[in-house]
């Protein structure tokens, strides 16, 4: 009885222990139930409900698609085991068949558009719709999470192997945008014939989700560069879209002492003038020459060179041209080298898991030794050519068979981050103008160039901004938004947030073709099997029964 008392006592303990005590354990190998520092921190102090509605729910998702969902759940529960007013509901919009049309229409105008997968299961084929996304509800403002990582040459296991490392990412961008108040300050330069404000709009609209957004020019400095400075540094971060005006020495100075007190900029850069649309004349012509920005020796100061040759590259988006005469011709996607398509094989933040990204007459970046660590974030295959400038260019490239071997240089970088303690350019230089509190070596601060201006560019059609990297002729969308907004948020970024992209999760997938030609003999393995050894196990025990009490 005594011991009896005792571990009833010890039952009660634990229990009344366990009760105020929470802890989980994450048993797997890559963590991936463990939430990052910096997710955890926007939610830990919500003190009223955040509601969100999940849409990946149905009866026909493929099997895939039934672990992005369970993912996707595990990992709200692990949001709402750190707070509990994280509340989470799983919806299927396309249940009813009496509200399913009006659904489809209602979330499609808020910008949830559907997905249509082929679903390979039991031999079969069929189709099927989902709306891959989830809405976020907080105090009365609502923002749409997308739970689908979409990447160019992918299958569908890929895709939610890519859409689960970006979950956690995914989610804690939604929560920071509901629960943060914006803080950085954001200038678009202007002055230097950058580009319209239509061919950033759509951009510039999503970093307003983040950041307080303004245009700045610079045509001040010319009659009080003093207070150009003085202004353009309280700003976080500076954007240059595409200069085609040469910068004045007194502009740069500016530019420079921005740097200098640790100002952060993303710089979009053309070192070859030449437009797509110069081609779309009778002679289906153009010529690419030199665009002198008077910018050579800022950025070699830095650490690196903006080469003006266009890069020309095998592995490349299309352009679509109509070929024919008259009623009779169509419009034809065809192959066009100086669209390179760009990707990173490293794991950064700002490009781990990224789409390719499209560029239009890139130019080539050396970089060069000092003490600023460089990362190179975009770069061309391997198959990959440089052509000198002034030089024509021509549509008729694309019905001529093009040589392999011509294309004999590796791979060619596109786009990098700078970070450091820069030098200044104007160190030891008479500059153009007396300016207070000049440094020479600026705090440590981060610069990334991209060597084409069009990398940021939307098209726009009667007037209206279209999708930045959605290239409308063949249907595919690029990785030109994301890759922004990651190099933007990586700049600015204080909360480590953007760090959470550089998660590793490794997802494990059933192989349905094996589980559709081997379904039967794994069915009779289970039914018959566990029948034959009941069997065996009866007559051994039979056997054995009567041989003893027969003895």
């Known amino acids: 009885m005594k011991y009896i008392l005792i571990l009833i006592i010890a039952l009660m303990a634990i229990n009344f222990i366990s009760s105020k005590v929470f802890k989980r354990f994450d048993l797997t190998t890559d963590q991936r139930y463990t939430l990052s520092e910096s997710a955890t921190e926007i939610i830990e102090d919500l003190?009223?409900?955040?509601?969100?509605?999940?849409?990946?729910?149905?009866e026909d998702f493929p099997s895939e698609f039934r672990r992005l969902k369970n993912e996707t759940k595990q990992l709200l529960e692990e949001f709402s085991a750190v707070n509990n007013n994280i509340i989470f509901?799983?919806?299927?919009?396309?249940?009813?068949?009496?509200?399913?049309?009006?659904?489809?229409?209602?979330?499609?105008?808020?910008?949830?558009?559907?997905?249509?997968?082929?679903?390979?299961?039991?031999?079969?084929?069929?189709?099927?719709?989902?709306?891959?996304?989830?809405?976020?509800?907080?105090?009365?403002?609502?923002?749409?999470?997308?739970?689908?990582?979409?990447?160019?040459?992918?299958?569908?296991?890929?895709l939610v192997s890519n859409s689960v490392q970006h979950l956690e990412y995914a989610f804690a961008d939604g929560f920071s945008k509901l629960t943060k108040p914006k803080r950085r300050k954001i200038a678009i330069l202007k002055g230097n014939k950058q580009l319209e404000d239509k061919y950033i709009a759509n951009f510039v609209k999503k970093l307003g989700a983040y950041y307080y957004i303004a245009p700045f020019t610079l045509d001040s400095v010319a009659s009080n560069p003093q207070k150009t400075l003085k202004a353009i540094n309280r700003f976080d971060l500076i954007i240059s879209a595409k200069p085609t005006e040469a910068f004045s020495e007194e502009e740069k100075l500016v530019l420079d002492q921005y740097t200098m007190h640790g100002g952060k900029s993303l710089w979009l850069i053309d070192a070859v003038a030449m437009e797509k649309d110069s081609l779309y004349n009778a002679t289906g012509t153009s010529y690419a020459v030199n665009r002198d920005l008077n910018l050579t020796d800022f950025f070699f100061k830095y650490g690196i060179r903006i080469n003006p040759y266009l890069v020309s590259t095998l592995y490349s988006a299309p352009?679509?041209?109509?070929?024919?005469?008259?009623?009779?011709?169509?419009?034809q996607h065809?192959?066009?080298p100086y669209s390179p398509l760009a990707g990173s094989s490293s794991?950064?933040?700002i490009t781990n898991n990224l789409n390719?990204?499209?560029?239009?007459?890139?130019?080539?970046?050396?970089?060069?030794?000092?003490?600023?660590?460089?990362?190179?974030?975009?770069?061309?295959?391997?198959?990959?050519?440089?052509e000198g400038t002034p030089r024509e260019v021509s549509l008729e490239l694309v019905t001529k068979e093009q040589n392999p071997q011509s294309f004999n240089t590796d791979n060619q970088t596109l786009a990098v981050l700078l970070e450091g303690q820069f030098n200044s350019v104007y160190t030891n230089r008479i500059k153009p103008f007396n300016i207070q509190d000049s440094k020479n070596k600026s705090v440590t601060t981060k610069m990334i160039v991209i060597a084409d201006?069009?990398?940021?560019?939307?098209?726009?059609?009667?007037?209206?901004?279209?999708?930045?990297?959605?290239?409308?002729?063949?249907?595919?969308?690029?990785g030109n938004k994301e890759f922004l907004l990651n190099a933007v948020n990586y700049l600015?970024?204080?909360?480590?947030?953007?760090?959470?992209?550089?998660?590793?999760?490794d997802v494990a997938f059933l192989n349905q073709q094996k589980i559709a030609s081997e379904k039967t003999k794994w069915q009779l393995i289970n039914i018959l099997l566990p029948l034959v050894l009941l069997g065996v196990l009866g007559f051994a025990f039979n056997y054995l029964r009567k041989k003893k009490y027969a003895s």
Do not use: C
């Open 47 to 58: 003190e009223s409900p955040m509601v969100l509605d999940v849409f990946l729910e149905g």
């Open 319 to 331: 352009i679509t041209l109509a070929m024919g005469e008259g009623s009779q011709s169509q419009f």
């Open 347 to 349: 794991k950064h933040p």
């Open 453 to 478: 201006g069009d990398v940021i560019k939307n098209d726009v059609i009667r007037n209206v901004p279209q999708e930045l990297g959605f290239d409308r002729w063949t249907g595919k969308t690029y």
């Open 334 to 336: 065809l192959k066009w």
């Open 356 to 386: 390719l990204v499209k560029f239009d007459f890139a130019n080539q970046i050396d970089l060069l030794k000092n003490e600023i660590h460089k990362t190179i974030l975009l770069e061309t295959a391997p198959l990959t050519k440089l």
């Open 89 to 158: 509901n799983f919806i299927n919009p396309l249940e009813d068949e009496s509200t399913r049309e009006r659904n489809i229409q209602q979330l499609t105008q808020r910008g949830l558009t559907p997905m249509q997968l082929s679903v390979q299961e039991n031999g079969k084929s069929s189709q099927a719709v989902i709306f891959p996304w989830a809405l976020a509800s907080y105090n009365e403002r609502t923002v749409i999470i997308p739970l689908v990582k979409n990447k160019i040459g992918t299958s569908q296991q890929e």
């Open 492 to 505: 600015l970024d204080d909360n480590g947030l953007i760090n959470i992209r550089s998660k590793e999760i």
